[in-house]
């Protein structure tokens, strides 16, 4: 509750509860709080008590990035007014408005195994799920998988890469979309560094196979096909793979390639806990990208990587899908909107071909305020554009968490 400035009069604040607290739930947070935070009180339920960022998870492979770099807490946010919570999403009721979590895997504020929270607008931003279970024998195979995706896995990754002298690596981008189109790429040409870092390059197969008609992000398919000529990195586009043994791999053609190292990104959806509301299948569905409402329920929208938005699932998509969900509510309380449109510039590693620990980058975005929308792009390999992308992953982890 807050006093108006009518005396004597106390206003119920609404209450919106966001689900996520990643890139689009935090960005969502503060816009709300920044501009309509004396009219609402605004909860962030996550899963987790930190935040790991994406983008230069690659360069954990080779000792450019640290985990501490790129890890924050939510101390700082909720010391500007933001509630955390954290607790594992397990379900929504829609019609009771209501959002029901357990306790997160590391804290717990109650003593109860199932709680819940009221909201009047709930904004959704749980990010994506792996999901291998369209892939046979992924469930008896799945720790000889590893990927840059996720903590831990990048671990196996870089351990595996560091410590095998001959082999076959695969590297696997399932079918779009899935986040960050260009980070399979990533991890075979960082792959690739390492190997020649290590001076072993020539006893491995590097084979990138590729779900998608062409390499992604199709604007880039003919430059990094070239970067994987020079690199003697072989790829094969349109094939799903369809099952894992335990030194194999199968695509849909039959095919079968045998690996030592396998860089899978397994097929991303939202949680289920998604579906199970009526809100979509594998995504949300929302009324527009500007107006991310949920179709059946206006008091309920969309934001990031979990939202279903003809763009690229990127970080600054992420956060201007944010925006545009905190636009619609602040909209409603009078408050003045975010500024914001969809477009995005990004850079993607390309690693270094003389094996040294310095990762090359080239540059590459797309405006959709444009139709069609426009491409930009610079493939002349820089070190200044792997600089250039830690700046900007910094920039939002000390936005959204907390300066270092
Ligand atoms: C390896 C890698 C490389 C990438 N490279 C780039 C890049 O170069 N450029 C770029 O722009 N983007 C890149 N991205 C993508 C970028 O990180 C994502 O697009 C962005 O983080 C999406 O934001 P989000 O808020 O939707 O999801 P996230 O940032 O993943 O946040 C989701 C949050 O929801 C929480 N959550 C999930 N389920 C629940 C639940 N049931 N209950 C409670 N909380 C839950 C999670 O713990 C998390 O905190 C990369 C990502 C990865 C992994």
């Known amino acids: 509750m807050f ?6 009069v106390t206003v119920v604040k609404k209450r919106i509860v966001i689900v996520g607290g990643g890139i689009a739930g935090m960005s969502a947070a503060h816009s709300l709080l920044e501009r309509i935070g004396d009219a609402v009180e605004v909860t962030v339920v ?22 501490d770099r790129i890890t924050r ?18 379900r929504i009721d829609p019609g009771e408005r209501r959002v029901y979590y357990t306790e997160s895997p590391t804290r717990s504020y109650t003593s109860t195994s199932e709680n819940s929270l009221d909201y009047d607008y709930l904004i959704l931003a749980p990010g994506v799920v792996y999901d291998g279970s369209s892939i046979e024998g992924y469930r008896e195979h799945w720790h000889r998988t590893a990927s840059v995706y996720e903590p831990g896995r990048v671990d196996v990754l870089r351990s595996r890469v560091w410590s095998q002298n001959q082999g076959t690596v695969v590297v696997y981008a399932p079918p779009m979309p899935y986040r960050c189109a260009p980070a399979p790429a990533e991890t075979a040409l960082v792959i690739d560094t390492v190997l020649r870092h290590r001076g072993v390059r020539d006893k491995f197969r590097i084979v990138h196979v590729d779900a998608n008609p062409k390499l992604q992000p199709p604007p880039l398919a003919d430059t990094i096909a070239k970067i994987y000529e020079e690199a003697g990195i072989e790829f094969i586009t349109g094939q799903k793979i369809t099952e894992i043994t335990a030194n ?3 695509l849909e053609s039959g095919e079968r390639i045998e690996y030592t190292i396998l860089a899978l990104v397994e097929p991303n959806r939202a ?3 998604i579906a199970d509301a009526g809100l979509g299948q594998a995504w949300i569905e929302v009324k527009s990208p500007e107006k ?8 309920i929208l969309a934001a990031g990587d979990a939202a279903k938005l003809p763009f690229p699932k990127n970080q600054e998509i992420a956060y201007e899908s944010a925006l545009y969900a905190s636009n619609t509510i602040i909209e409603e309380f009078g408050g003045e909107p975010a500024s914001v449109q969809y477009t995005f510039l990004g850079w993607v590693y390309i ?5 040294r620990l310095e990762t090359l980058s080239i540059q590459f975005g797309l405006n959709f305020a444009t139709k069609p929308p426009k491409p930009t792009k610079d493939t002349e390999p820089r070190r200044d554009y792997t600089m250039q992308k830690d700046r900007w992953e910094q920039s939002y982890l000390n936005r959204l968490y907390h300066p270092k």
């Open 3 to 8: 006093q108006s400035p009518v005396e004597g």
């Open 73 to 90: 807490g939510y101390e700082e946010a909720a010391a500007r007014g933001i509630k955390i919570v954290y607790g594992n999403v397990t």
């Open 351 to 355: 690693g270094n071909r003389q094996g």
């Open 46 to 67: 996550t899963k987790d008590p930190f935040y790991m960022a994406g983008p230069s998870r690659p360069l954990l492979l080779t000792g450019e990035q640290s985990y």
């Open 271 to 273: 949680p289920r806990f």
């Open 248 to 250: 194999e791999v199968v």
């Open 292 to 299: 991310p409402r949920t179709p059946s329920y206006d008091d």
